[in-house]
């Protein structure tokens, strides 16, 4: 019963149009004075303890990262290195576009970002190229996504907060689902470009390509320290997004020199801007996760899962659904911090490893944000095409689908996501 009361009060407060962040805090505040008598001392104590976590400062240094290097030209000589390898095939530049989606989301950890940063640079030369417009938009906003998948990934930082399971495995396992889906989207790109017979470019030569790759080494770089040294040891992901957030910041101002000192302020304006949001809404879902626990909520769905017989195929296609429903009405980060503390403890009660579990969650938070009323790529993407919501659903249907596709893969192939890590020695 109270179950219901706490969902049905927060859905609500969301659809009255009021942030989730302050939806989620109401529904606590008014749950703990009317219906509960947990001291309010347990709660100020919970509120502290449960922010206190090394984890959570690598969110704040990977989003002052992203924004360097969104702000410089990182991601246009990512995308010259990109065109350069991929160009001369069928749907070149949309090709090139998925490829240096990947290779940005390997520096960003964000999806919006990684949108932004490529699509303003790439949509515009696909139109001038020939390309339609939806073509372009269909491809970026899908591709964009893989911001949230490609290591190193804020959502996953979330993920890991939400339930104590290894950011650094987690960042591991996402390495590989993160390259097939890539294909998977390159590959859609590729059929749809031969079967409209869309523009190719001429084929670069080798001494063309080594000049974009010598331009864009110093970005790319930044993957090799991030993941070789989560890998090797050298430093935990937490100290591994400090190292990005300096990196990142004498890459574009000291080696491309796209920004001068004059532009720091509002970079770093921007990050703080960004990072005291995204804190706000894991302080007030660390709240309602211990109400949730409190209530004894997870443990009596696993009680009754598992009384019903409902083994681990059933579960996971009713997170799916559930999670692709909140996709709706919700932005990623809120979905995990919401979701994961209830459904992770049923995960594990059977038998679905944790970070397999956070793996299929992280999916699922791309293809929400692939599609309406509330997918943000859509509306970073519809931000620089201009084109409607609407219209831009109905551009991207072809690589939406294929991520559907792709997340039944993620779901139910749980080597696909742990091989990696294992065979790394991290799990």
């Known amino acids: 019963m109270n179950a219901l009361v706490i969902f049905g009060l927060l859905a609500v407060l969301m659809l009255s149009g009021m942030p989730i962040s302050i939806s989620l805090g109401l529904t606590v505040l008014t749950f703990l004075f009317t219906m509960t008598d947990v001291p309010l001392e347990s709660v100020a104590l919970k509120l502290f303890t449960g922010i206190e976590k090394f984890e959570i400062m690598a969110i704040p240094f990977f989003i002052l990262a992203g924004n360097f290097l969104t702000h410089g030209g990182v991601a246009k000589r990512m995308i010259n290195f990109a065109a350069s390898m991929v160009g001369h095939w069928y749907g070149g530049l949309g090709l090139a576009g998925v490829l240096a989606c990947a290779l940005f989301a390997a520096v960003s950890g964000s999806s919006p970002a990684t949108v932004v940063a490529i699509g303003s640079i790439l949509l515009p030369a696909m139109v001038k190229a020939g390309f339609p417009n939806k073509f372009g938009a269909g491809v970026i906003a899908t591709s964009g996504a893989l911001g949230i998948l490609i290591p190193p990934s804020i959502v996953m930082v979330m993920y890991s907060v939400a339930t104590n399971t290894s950011v650094g495995a987690l960042f591991m396992a996402g390495v590989i689902p993160g390259l097939a889906l890539a ?65 990142a910041f004498i890459c574009a101002i000291f080696i491309y020199k796209d920004l001068g000192m004059k532009d720091v302020p509002k970079v770093l304006l921007n990050s703080a801007n960004m990072s005291a949001m995204l804190l706000y809404i894991i302080t007030n879902a660390v709240l309602f996760s211990f ?122 192939w749980p080597g696909l996501s742990l091989w990696f890590p294992q065979y790394l020695g991290m799990l």
């Open 183 to 247: 294909g998977v989207l390159g590959g859609v790109t590729w059929y749809r470009a031969k079967k409209f017979n869309y523009p190719r470019q001429p084929k670069a030569t080798w001494g063309e390509r080594w000049v974009t790759f010598r331009k864009a080494f110093w970005g790319l770089l930044l993957i090799v320290v991030v993941m070789g040294g989560i890998y090797t040891g050298i430093f935990t992901p937490t100290e591994a997004a400090a190292m990005s957030a300096v990196y």
């Open 291 to 412: 109400i949730m626990t409190n209530e004894n909520i997870p443990q009596s769905l696993a009680d009754w899962m598992m009384g019903n017989g409902l083994g681990v195929i059933t579960f996971l296609l009713m997170c799916n659904i559930l999670l692709l429903l909140a996709g709706n009405f919700m932005e990623p980060s809120s979905i995990v911090l919401i979701f994961a503390p209830i459904l992770f403890p049923v995960a594990v009660a059977l038998g679905i490893h944790p970070v397999h579990f956070g793996i299929i969650m992280v999916v699922n938070m791309e293809v929400g944000m692939c599609h309406p009323p509330v997918g943000l790529n859509l509306y970073v993407a519809s931000g620089i095409t201009k084109m409607g919501i609407t219209e831009l659903t109905i551009a991207v249907w072809p690589w939406l689908l294929s991520m559907l596709g792709f997340l039944m893969v993620v779901t139910y």
